[in-house]
Nanobody
Framework: QVQLVESGGGLVQAGGSLRLSCAAS????????MVWFRQAPGKERDFVAA????????NYADSVKGRFTVSRDNAKNTVYLQMNSLKPEDTAVYFC????????????????????WGQGTQVTVSS
């Protein structure tokens, strides 16, 4: 059974840092682009960051550029989201998603529906 499990969320003060992890199991995800989304209460799920299957390409929402870094370790089947200089507006549930194998990176960036999603991890930033 394919599973994505996020971890690393928590409560942090503004200006602080957190590193989220998304661990995949059930099949290798080394050939899948991975995407991070977040959803704040009462709002739609928004794109945060994406990384290509090789790790050679990344993309970020304007709101997190320069503060967040996405990376992956295919040997560990894990994707990371390093979040620095956190702001109260970053408060949300963060989800990772895996695209189908060998999808073009540009396609993953425009997609909102994925076959595989994690359950989400809560990030709360206090002011």
């Amino acid at each position: 059974q394919v599973q994505l499990v996020e971890s690393g969320g928590g409560l942090v003060q503004a200006g602080g840092s957190l590193r989220l992890s998304c661990a995949a199991s059930g099949r290798p995800f080394s050939r899948s682009n991975m995407v991070w989304f977040r959803q704040a209460p009462g709002k739609e799920r928004d794109f945060v960051a994406a990384i290509s299957w090789s790790g050679g390409s990344t993309n970020y929402a304007d709101s997190v550029k320069g503060r967040f870094t996405v990376s992956r370790d295919n040997a560990k089947n894990t994707v990371y989201l390093q979040m620095n200089s956190l702001k109260p507006e970053d408060t949300a549930v963060y989800f990772c998603a895996a695209d189908t194998e060998w999808s073009p990176f540009r396609a993953s960036l425009s997609r909102t529906k994925f076959n595989y999603w994690g359950q989400g991890t809560q990030v709360t930033v206090s002011s």
